[in-house]
T-cell receptor
């Protein structure tokens, strides 16, 4: 059974810092991995999708990498802003199976 | 950008009542899902739906739950007799392919409160 963990559980940084969020999964036979953002009491906004054949994806200040063999993904946020404050979730899926979510990292960026 | 729409955004119901949560997936998507998130906990898979039938369901999705695509646009989740522990945020999602290369698009959720 796939288990997804995320470290750290919470992170508080001053504005402008570069930061790294970590996601680990136990079954490396994944088909893709998706990073989401969740604002308090709100829905899930897709940030980046990495297919198993890819090593990384970039969107603006966000960069996500995937190392299937070690069961890890990182989300790198450059030059953090207060508007980046949210919970960041990673989710992984095997081909033909549903996504399994991690517990999230709660990020606070202080002005 | 295409969106998944969920209604209502918040529903309060009495224990034992039936509720129907509604979703309008993205029009060209073929796979539909319901997930839920109990406050402070992980997002959990409930059910996936394709070609008018359930593809996969979790152990959470017991006989109290059912899904339906009553027409070409709506996708519903029904809880027949709600319990206090059904209080959660329920998310609908859709995708072009099953856990495939395009990932999921989620709706903004329905917060269900059972009192």
């Amino acid at each position: 059974k796939q288990e997804v963990t995320q470290i750290p559980a919470a992170l508080s940084v001053p504005e402008g810092e570069n930061l790294v969020l970590n996601c680990s999964f136990t079954d490396s036979a994944i088909y893709n991995l998706q990073w989401f953002r969740q604002d308090p009491g709100k829905g899930l906004t897709s940030l980046l999708l990495i297919q198993s054949s890819q090593r990384e994806q970039t969107s603006g200040r966000l960069n996500a990498s995937l190392d299937k063999s070690s069961g890890r993904s990182t989300l790198y946020i450059a030059a953090s802003q207060p508007g980046d404050s949210a919970t960041y979730l990673c989710a992984v899926a095997r081909l033909g199976q549903n996504f399994v979510f991690g517990p999230g990292t709660r990020l606070s960026v202080l002005p | 950008e295409p969106e998944v729409t969920q209604t209502p955004s918040h529903q309060v119901t009495q224990m034992g009542q039936e509720v129907i949560l509604r979703c309008v997936p993205i029009s060209n998507h073929l796979y539909f899902y319901w997930y839920r998130q109990i406050l402070g906990q992980k997002v959990e898979f409930l059910v996936s739906f394709y070609n008018n039938e359930i593809s996969e369901k979790s152990e959470i999705f017991d006989d109290q739950f059912s899904v339906e695509r009553p027409d070409g646009s709506n996708f519903t989740l029904k809880i027949r007799s709600t319990k206090l522990e059904d209080s959660a945020m329920y998310f609908c999602a859709s995708s072009e392919s099953y856990a495939g290369g395009y990932g999921y698009t989620f709706g903004s959720g329905t917060r269900l409160t059972v009192v």
